[in-house]
């Protein structure tokens, strides 16, 4: 109790002690504020600068972004998209954008740019007073005349302002500028803030950096460019968008040499250099897309809508966004099949549309007023064949008239067709001088894909003319009715279900009763021929006879048809029998992929068109082929079988089902609908496709490394014409592909999987034959190899002839026998000894 009461004694002294003490202070700074002005001038300025500092603090310090983000800045990069032969073929970008490292800048590059920005660069700290001084009075005289001051920013503040801020006009602006500029150098060296300077500055055209614009304004790398070139870069961050302009050449040369001469006084070149840069003209480069080495629009854009599922398109999306994440992209695209199925679809298009009238505009604009260019240039239509152009007709007076084209420039346009008027976009080419003709872009289109069957890599995609005229991918986003490509897998089915090749089936009348409403319906073969009697199943198909299709699919169930037509991955249908007949809707690149399994006895890959993807740093992010292949690193051999990767794919048909449907078709080709491709001399397999009316054409096939498709149609379904067949207009375009790549098409046969047995029928009855050879002109002959799984070839019938050899085969038997001992069996030992013949095979 007694020490509670000292405690509290102890507190009230102490307490006693403050308040005496803060009197005393307010005395003395009453009497001394009463005595002393200049002590109140003091107290005044101490409260400015608090009340000040407190409210930059609010105004700037408190929002400003911190200064140690530079240290791990990534800039917005391009992606880069490669070839399978790794060589770039195309970029996804809004903006041009390359980054250099420090050392890779050019020292006079570097110089110009000092020169023309900052000449104290390597001595200031981050902030040159003197002009931040000239700037402020540049700003009060300017004030309220709506003309921008000028900036007197270091290069250290305009990379605070071009990374971390912005370009924000305003006072506010430039106090957080200076702040920022002073923290940067404390956390860059000088190195590196120039770095990020060079490779971040805008320099117009849509370029960021001098490695972009050297490219963009001269076509050239940063190291190749001549004083001349370096200065005029070095002059554009004050105006990029108005000195790359014609009209604004003399400002620009005189703003160069201003640039030259402050290097010559600041030492960095001699007078002698800089006179003979200064007597250079400006040399700029006309404005340019990038170009690749592929024409591969349509490719391209399904790369780039796969690209943006996986990673998003912008920054915000992710760290690895397709206009901002630098991503490097490995394609399968082949840059030469690509070359060959563009200009074979092309060259199809044009044939069948040969002699047809102008059918329209591609487009329409306004051309009363004056943005004509303008809006020719925002609606990115254009066109890249032979030396084809694409304009605007601006007026027209009788057949000729004026065509406009995208870079501003006029010429005269003739031959113009009745329906075209003023404001129509269309494609026309020169015929002399500056004379153009009316050039009539086919309004049949269609699509085309290439793929390698072993693992699915989509090698070539056309999606129809031309990708700059509309991105609508025929390949991918059209679904068609396959008409007869579907054939084969409905032969699959029957293959499954104990039918064969040599299997004779009914091409007859055919009809079913479809309910009261509908009644019954009789199919009927193209171009509504009738039956032809009993052949073979391979004859039906080599013939594309619908009769004998819809016969054997009723026979084997439709359920079952489907189901085959589902797991190869074309598509899911009600069981009706007009979808064995390619009734059902799918695409081209669904058609080739499910080609592709029956080239690969069965295994089927999901088609891809990019192999892997790198982040910015080189590291892979996402591939295809996922497979491990553990111990493919080992340092030593441990003893042990070779690590492999397990196989990819999936299983969707018996192998040797694939097979038999692969020989079943080489027949196509050989005697069949396709017959136009027998003279390439290869061992190729496929099948043509002509839908009712006829609205589609297709051709499906290859050989076993390379399956390609195409199919021809308008885009609104209508009639071809009576003579549009798939092997008289489809097929021809697989054939030029060829022809155009023949080195790539080896004379390799298709592999013959395990279970499969080669036996000789005769090709019309489907019979088996005990004697004679298959002849070299498969497409007469009357013995053929049929490929069968076992215990399901036909039993072998005897020609004239051939009895005397069977028999003498027979008497061999018995003679091999008698001298091993073995007694004659009696009468019934010659059916027995023949049985044994027919079973195990006899002689092929």
């Not at 006079?108 to 920005?117: D, G, K, R, T, V």
């Not at 190291?223 to 961050?237: K, M, S």
Request: hydrophobic share 40%.
């Amino acid at each position: 109790m007694a020490e509670e009461t000292s405690q509290q004694s102890r507190f009230k002294l102490i307490r006693d002690e403050g308040r005496a003490r803060w009197g005393n202070l307010s005395r003395w700074y009453r009497t001394k504020w009463g005595e002393s002005r200049r002590f109140r001038f003091l107290n005044y300025a101490i409260g400015a600068i608090l009340v000040g500092w407190f409210v930059l603090w609010v105004a700037v310090i408190r929002t400003m972004p911190s200064a140690d983000t530079l240290l791990t800045y990534q800039p917005p990069l391009p992606t880069m998209v490669r070839g399978n032969d790794g060589e770039i073929v195309s970029s996804y970008a809004r903006e041009r954008r390359v980054q250099l490292r420090f050392v890779d800048f050019p020292e006079p590059m570097i110089n110009a740019f000092l020169s023309a920005e900052d000449k104290t660069f390597w001595s200031h700290g981050g902030i040159d007073y003197l002009g931040f001084a000239g700037a402020v009075v540049d700003y009060v005289t300017k004030y309220g005349s709506g003309e921008r001051a000028r900036g007197g920013s270091t290069i250290t503040q305009q990379v605070a302002k071009n990374i971390l801020i912005g370009d924000e006009y305003s006072i506010t602006r430039k106090l957080k500028e200076m702040v920022l500029a002073r923290r940067i150098e404390g956390v860059l060296n000088k190195q590196q803030i120039l770095e990020l300077y060079l490779n971040e500055i805008p320099l117009g055209r849509q370029s960021f950096g001098v490695q972009a614009a050297a490219r963009a304004y001269f076509d050239k790398d940063v190291g190749d460019l001549q004083l001349h070139e370096a200065a005029f870069l070095a002059i554009l961050p004050k105006a990029p968008e108005r000195y790359g302009r014609a009209q604004y050449e003399s400002m620009a040369i005189e703003r160069r040499n201003w640039v030259l001469d402050q290097m010559v006084k600041n030492g960095w070149a001699t007078p002698q250099q800089a006179a003979a840069a200064q007597a250079m003209p400006l040399g700029l480069k006309p404005r340019r897309a990038e170009n690749y080495t592929a024409d591969a629009g349509y490719f391209l854009e399904e790369v780039r809508r796969q690209l943006i599922e996986k990673f998003g398109e912008k920054a915000e999306d992710g760290p690895h966004s397709v206009y901002a994440g630098g991503l490097w992209v490995r394609t399968s695209l082949d840059t030469q099949l690509q070359t060959a199925a563009q200009n074979s679809l092309r060259a199809a298009l044009l044939r069948y549309s040969g002699g047809r009238a102008w059918h329209g505009p591609i487009a329409r604009l306004d051309v009363d007023n004056d943005r004509w260019q303008t809006e020719l240039i925002t609606s990115n239509i254009s066109i890249n064949y032979q030396n084809w152009r694409i304009g605007v007709l601006l007026s027209r007076s009788g057949s000729s008239g004026k065509v406009g084209f995208s870079d501003g420039q006029t010429a005269s346009l003739i031959g113009l067709p009745d329906s075209i008027k003023p404001g129509d976009v269309t494609a026309v080419a020169p015929v002399n001088g500056s004379t153009y003709a009316v050039r009539t872009v086919p309004e049949v289109s269609g699509g085309m894909v290439v793929e390698d069957p072993q693992n699915g890599r989509v090698l070539a995609m056309q999606g129809g003319f031309d990708a700059r005229l509309g991105s609508f991918n025929r390949a991918t986003q059209a679904n068609r009715q396959p008409g007869s490509t579907i054939k084969p897998f409905v032969y699959a089915t029957a293959l499954d279900n104990g039918m064969t090749p040599a299997s004779m089936v009914v091409d007859g009348t055919f009809c079913v009763y479809q309910g009261a409403a509908l009644g019954e319906k009789c199919f009927r073969n193209f171009g509504n021929e009738g039956g032809s009697g009993s052949h073979t199943m391979r004859w039906g198909l080599e013939q594309s006879r619908n009769l004998m299709t819809v016969r054997v699919a009723n026979d084997v169930g439709m359920d079952k048809v489907v189901r085959t037509i589902k797991n190869v991955g074309i598509g899911e249908y009600e069981p009706y029998l007009s979808m064995a007949l390619g009734a059902g809707d799918t695409t081209v690149l669904k058609m080739v992929n499910a080609y592709a399994a029956l080239a690969n006895q069965g295994r089927q890959h999901n088609p891809s068109l990019i192999d892997y993807v790198q982040d910015r740093n080189g590291k892979v992010i996402w591939r295809a082929d996922n497979r491990r292949c553990d111990n493919c690193s080992m340092a030593q051999w441990d003893g042990k079988p070779m690590p492999r990767f397990k196989p990819t794919g999936k299983q969707v048909m018996d192998a040797r089902t694939a097979y038999q449907v692969v020989h079943m078709l080489e027949g196509v080709v050989v005697r069949g609908t396709a017959v136009t491709l027998r003279d390439l001399n290869l061992p190729l397999f496929g099948k043509t496709g002509t839908t009712s009316g006829p609205t589609n054409v297709w051709f499906v096939g290859g050989s076993p490394d390379i399956i390609a498709g195409v199919y021809i149609g308008y885009d609104q379904p209508r009639s071809l014409g009576g003579y549009a067949q798939g092997g008289r207009i489809a097929a021809p375009v697989f054939k030029q592909l060829v022809q155009e790549t023949r080195a790539r098409w080896k004379d390799i046969p298709f592999a013959v999987p395990e279970g499969v047995r080669m036996v000789k029928i005769d090709r019309v009855s489907g019979k088996r034959v005990f004697g004679g050879t298959p002849e070299n002109d498969v497409a007469k002959a009357s013995v053929i190899w049929e490929a069968f799984k076992p215990d399901t070839e036909p039993r072998r019938t005897a020609r004239e002839g051939e009895v005397s050899a069977k028999q003498a085969v027979i008497d061999a038997l018995r003679r091999a026998r008698a001298a091993r001992g073995i007694p004659e069996g009696g009468a019934e030992e010659a059916p027995v000894e023949q049985d044994f013949l027919e079973e195990q095979g006899g002689i092929y």
